[in-house]
Nanobody, 125 residues
Framework: QLQASGGGLVPPGGSLRLSCVVSGFTLDHYGIGWFREAPGKQREAISCTTNSGGSVFYKNSVKGRFTISADHAKNTVYLQMDSLKPEDTAVYYC????????????????????WGQGTLVTVSS
């Protein structure tokens, strides 16, 4: 299971840290992706990482503002979001996919096997 949390209402320029707690399996040999879905838009990959963090993807529009990280002791993946913009408003989901070592994380949502329930991020003044 994946449990996403940390969403909320923040003004433009603000920060949030999303958490994705993984239970039932460890992060070893799994890639984790953060996706978001805005009203009327398709779900898109925001940031994806391998279990080791050796290969990381960021959507261009969030590069330099968002940071993905993992705490293996807590079996938790985080998404630190800074300098938030109104266009970042969406429901954010975390997802997991089994990965062999050395394989970069996929960015297509269809590749992911396990999904959290989503957490709403609203950026508005």
């Amino acid at each position: 299971q994946l449990q996403a949390s940390g969403g909320g209402l923040v003004p433009p320029g603000g920060s949030l840290r999303l958490s994705c707690v993984v239970s039932g399996f460890t992060l070893d040999h799994y890639g984790i992706g953060w996706f978001r879905e805005a009203p009327g838009k398709q779900r898109e990959a925001i940031s994806c990482t391998t279990n080791s963090g050796g290969s990381v993807f960021y959507k261009n529009s969030v590069k330099g503002r968002f940071t993905i990280s993992a705490d293996h002791a807590k079996n938790t993946v985080y998404l630190q979001m800074d300098s938030l913009k109104p266009e970042d408003t969406a429901v954010y989901y975390c997802a997991a996919v089994g990965l062999r070592d050395g394989v970069p994380p996929p960015t297509s949502s269809s590749r992911y096997d396990y999904w959290g329930q989503g957490t709403l991020v609203t950026v508005s003044s």
